[in-house]
């Protein structure tokens, strides 16, 4: 795992992590199904820090996110972009905790979706 706090984790860093938390059988009360999704995203507050991530998992109304250094609960705009798209997404991030390797996971509900060319 890299030390740099501004360095995007791996994907060994999301599996371990992912491992770690060991997801539960519990019935969360969720309204969509979420899907595992990892793939690199950045993370802009409202202050204008770039926060590099991976994501965790994906749904219709939210996403979970892994990266280093805690995110405060609040609006981000989340970027991921495939092979011929940028997509743009406002979250209110909803909760942020610890987890193992110095790294956070946190999720949020989408906002609103903006795509760019």
Same mark, same amino acid.
């Given at each position: 795992?890299?030390?740099?706090?501004?360095?995007?984790?791996?994907?060994?860093?999301?599996?371990? $992590?992912?491992?770690?938390?060991?997801?539960?059988? @519990?019935?969360?009360?969720?309204? @969509?199904?979420?899907?595992?999704?990892?793939?690199?995203? %950045? $993370?802009?507050?409202?202050?204008?820090?770039?926060?590099?991530?991976?994501?965790? %998992?994906?749904?219709?109304?939210?996403?979970?996110?892994?990266?280093?250094?805690?995110?405060?609960?609040?609006?981000?705009?989340?970027?991921? @972009?495939? %092979?011929?798209?940028?997509? %743009?997404?406002?979250?209110?991030?909803?909760?942020?905790?610890?987890?193992?390797?110095?790294?956070?996971?946190?999720?949020?509900?989408?906002?609103?979706?903006?795509?760019?060319?």
């Amino acid at each position: 795992m890299s030390n740099d706090p501004g360095a995007r984790p791996s994907m060994d860093d999301l599996r371990s $992590v992912l491992e770690s938390i060991n997801q539960s059988d @519990a019935n969360h009360e969720r309204s @969509a199904e979420r899907l595992q999704l990892s793939v690199p995203a %950045e $993370v802009t507050t409202l202050r204008g820090n770039t926060i590099s991530t991976m994501t965790r %998992e994906i749904s219709r109304f939210g996403i979970g996110l892994l990266h280093k250094g805690q995110i405060n609960p609040g609006e981000v705009t989340v970027r991921m @972009a495939s %092979e011929t798209r940028q997509f %743009e997404y406002r979250v209110l991030i909803e909760w942020c905790r610890p987890c193992d390797g110095g790294m956070f996971i946190s999720g949020g509900r989408f906002l609103a979706r903006r795509d760019a060319e």
